[in-house]
């Protein structure tokens, strides 16, 4: 049987960086006077035909009543600390593929989440695998089929090796609830068609750091042309605050 050799290229476009401080007054200025308010609870904006500059956020408030305590406003934040995600390895090699013999490679994504609450992780493909340079593709999984049919939404079985195409599974405490165990994948999302980004890891509150293991699975055909495929994946790291 022909093997072929894929490669799979990973890119982590961007870990946003969000960093809050306390404020201690509002300055709000001309060139012929200054306005400065200690504490304010009002939202930034613009005055039409004006040039007024303004800097505004929240200060802190308590809310108590019998058995609860709210507490709002910047005082209450962590001290600010850096979130970000680390990937050892952002190229996948796919090779040595037999027809029906899945292949799987896996990956961890580490996070750090810093002073933020919690976090996803929102995920798409440019395009299903394709031959470089070329229009041939290995199509993207539909898993099982029939009952058993996932997407780029919701995860399904895949065990038939009958059933071609190319998929991920993750495994961690922040893999989505629909990956009930390591046989259940999707599609990433498809760029190229026009599908919209998906979020495949969430935690919210989010632990000082965070491991998920992410499996490519690729299953090819007898008829599948010999060739070298390759696609980008892309992951984007969102901290919530």
Not at 36 to 58: A, N, Q, R
Not at 135 to 160: K, S, V, Y
């Amino acid at each position: 049987m022909n093997q072929l050799e894929k490669i799979l290229s990973l890119f982590f476009l961007s870990a946003f960086f969000f960093y809050f401080s306390p404020p201690v007054q509002a300055k709000m200025k001309s060139g012929q006077y200054q306005l400065k308010i200690k504490e304010f609870e009002v939202v930034s904006g613009s005055l039409p035909d004006s040039d007024l500059l303004d800097i505004l956020g929240m200060s802190t408030s308590n809310y108590q009543s019998q058995g609860y305590l709210v507490k709002a406003g910047f005082d209450y934040r962590q001290p600010s600390a850096p979130f970000s995600l680390t990937i050892p390895q952002t190229t996948i090699e796919l090779d040595k593929i037999k027809p029906e013999t899945p292949l799987i490679r896996s990956n961890s994504l580490t996070v750090s989440p810093g002073s933020a609450d919690g976090y996803q992780i929102i995920a798409w493909q440019d395009h299903p695998l394709q031959v470089i340079g070329g229009t041939t593709q290995i199509p993207d999984t539909t898993c099982n089929g029939e009952i058993e049919t996932c997407d780029q939404t919701a995860a399904a079985l895949w065990d038939d090796n009958t059933k071609h195409g190319f998929g991920f599974n993750l495994q961690g405490e922040g893999a989505l609830k629909d990956f009930i165990n390591e046989n259940y994948y999707r599609q990433f999302a498809d760029q190229s068609t026009n599908e919209q980004a998906k979020t495949i890891i969430q935690s919210n509150p989010a632990p000082e750091e965070e491991q998920t293991t992410i499996n490519y699975k690729i299953n090819i055909s007898g008829i599948q042309a010999d060739s070298n495929y390759d696609n980008i994946i892309t992951l984007l790291a969102v901290p919530s605050y």
